[in-house]
Each structure stands twice: as C-alpha cells, then as structure tokens.
C-alpha cells in the first residue's frame, strides 16, 4: 500500500513515514498541496494522510479539489490538533473518512493503517470482480469475440479520438455467404460450430493489438480497424478472403458452384461519415452491395460516393 503524506512540517513527515514504513507499506512525502496533486498524477496512491492546517490551501480544500479530480475514491485521514465539532464536520463534508489527532500516536496511527489497508484489499477485490463482469457484459459467449455492447464502448472512443486528431479509422461489415442452407442442412449446433470457427479465424488473422473482431449477430461479424484508410482495409479483407478460401471450411448446400464457406465484405472509414451510426450503415449497405456482385468478394463504400 502507498500512503501519501501531505504535511507542511518536515519533522511530522518523518515520524509519520517511519511509522507507515515500520508497518511494511511505503511512504509518499509531499509538503503541500503542488507536491500532492504532483504525486497523485504519476503515482499510484491508496491512502492519503492529511494535514488541515497547511499554507497556500489548506487539506479541506486540497480534499476537495482531489475529490472533484481524482475519478477513482482513495481513503483520506486528516491529522489535525483542533478537537472541536465543526473541524470535524467540515472534514468529513470535504470529502474526508477519518482523523487522527496531533500529536501522533504510533499505536492509533498504525491502528488506522491496519483498517485502511483491509479497505484497500476489499476495493481491489471489487475492482477485479467488476472488470472480470465488465468482459464478460461485452463478450460474446459463442465465439468469444467483442460483442455489440463492447463494439459500441470501442466505436464510441475511436470516434472521439478521429474527431481530435488525424487518426481515422475503417470497419468491415463480413456476412457468412448461404448461411441458411448451411444452418437448414447441417442443423443448428453444425451452425454454431460454423460461427464459432469464423470467430476464431478472425481473431487469428487480424493485427495483434490493434484490430478488433466483433460478432455483431448472426451470422454478421464486424472488424475495427484503427489507424487504418480504405486502402488499408481492402488489403485486410482481401487477406482475410484468400485464407478462409484455404481453409475451405465444407458447404455442400450452397445454390452456387462453390462447396466452402466464403464471406462477403463491406467497407467504409470514418472519413465517410458524421457519426458511428452512419458508419455502420455505409458498410453494411457496401456488404450488400458485395452479395449483390456474386459474394465472396468485397464492395468499398468510397465507390459509390464516387459515382454520386
């Protein structure tokens, strides 16, 4: 546990931070309130010791001004000499959880340690649990790739990003071709399964660490392909394309010549579009216009703007 000390007094500092490093945890040593908030920005912090009466601000309000900066909740302790109610009342309203009086005590202080670092442990304990629910909400459970929910939170921040800076971004709408025959001859579970192996040849043929794959419904995937122009993504796709023909996953129902799984591919970049909504619907629209060429092929959406 890292506890940030924020004490004007050079010799409380040093009791403290001896008292806190007896204790196992590591002291964090700040004179004011530039040196807290400093601290704060590049360190990971989980208790706050807190002097009230310091020069310049004062630890009510330095507590308010992390409260309202820090997104996440670290336990604050004042120190302070003052007794009377008001102090207390106008801590615990700033944003503080506990006090401990000056002088002081090694026993109260290591007391208070004890209690906070039980705290810290169940909070990280919950953190974990809810980012383990948060994959879970935004995975989907067939073929284990990103779902709709956590497309949307992907979408939502590569936009914004697009909208700060040059870093545009392309999606790919992929429709499994003759699904219906394929599901109506082979049965349900065959389908699945079938669903299941594009999921997974998806993920093992997209950029590690950049690109993302989405099982957007159905037979429907989508790729997110950040920092990626249409050009860019038209290589993606036609990669994609030759090495799922190799892999020539059977389909015997199919009303074509063709005896394999293919897909048909759409694509479009932000560059096209006001917001993610019509994105998705260029591509799709350009995934149709695929189907509509003889399937297992692609369309770009920039064509057709070019021949408006």
């Not at 009086?101 to 209690?115: G, R």
């Not at 709709?148 to 909208?163: A, E, H």
Request: overall charge negative; charged content about 25%; proline content about 3%.
């Amino acid at each position: 546990m890292n506890v940030l000390l924020v004490d004007d007094s050079a010799l409380i500092r040093q009791l403290a931070a001896k008292y806190i490093h007896n204790e196992g945890y590591t002291p964090l040593a700040a004179s004011g309130a530039e040196e807290a908030l400093s601290i704060l920005k590049t360190e990971t912090v989980d208790l706050i010791l807190m002097d009230v009466e310091m020069p310049d601000m004062n630890g009510f309000e330095l507590t308010r001004v992390i409260r309202q900066t820090i997104p996440h909740w670290i336990p604050i302790i004042f120190l302070t000499s003052k007794t009377e109610d008001k102090f207390l009342v106008e801590g615990i309203e700033s944003g503080g959880d506990d006090y401990i009086y000056k002088p002081i005590n090694e026993v109260i202080l290591t007391s208070k340690l004890k209690a906070m670092a039980r705290i810290v442990e169940i909070k990280l304990k919950l953190d974990e649990a809810n980012e383990k629910l948060s994959q879970l909400t935004q995975t989907d459970s067939l073929t284990g790739l990103i779902n709709r929910r956590g497309m949307k939170t992907i979408l939502k921040r590569l936009w914004k990003n697009s909208l700060n800076s040059d870093d545009n971004f392309s999606v790919v709408f992929l429709d499994i071709d003759y699904f219906k025959p394929y599901n109506d001859n082979y049965g349900h579970p065959k389908g699945d399964k079938c669903l299941e192996s594009i999921g997974t040849f998806l993920a093992n043929n997209i950029r590690k660490g950049s690109d993302m794959a989405v099982r957007y419904g159905g037979e429907e995937f989508l790729l997110i392909l950040p920092n990626t122009n249409t050009k860019g993504a038209i290589n993606v796709v036609n990669s994609i394309k030759v090495k799922l023909n190799e892999e020539a996953l059977p389909h015997l129902h199919r009303p074509d010549e063709l005896s394999h799984i293919t897909v048909s591919f759409g694509i479009s970049s932000s560059v096209f579009a006001t917001n993610i909504s019509e994105l998705l619907q260029q591509a799709d629209i350009a995934m149709y216009k695929a189907k509509d060429l003889g399937r297992n092929t692609y369309f770009n959406y920039e064509d057709l703007i070019e021949k408006q």
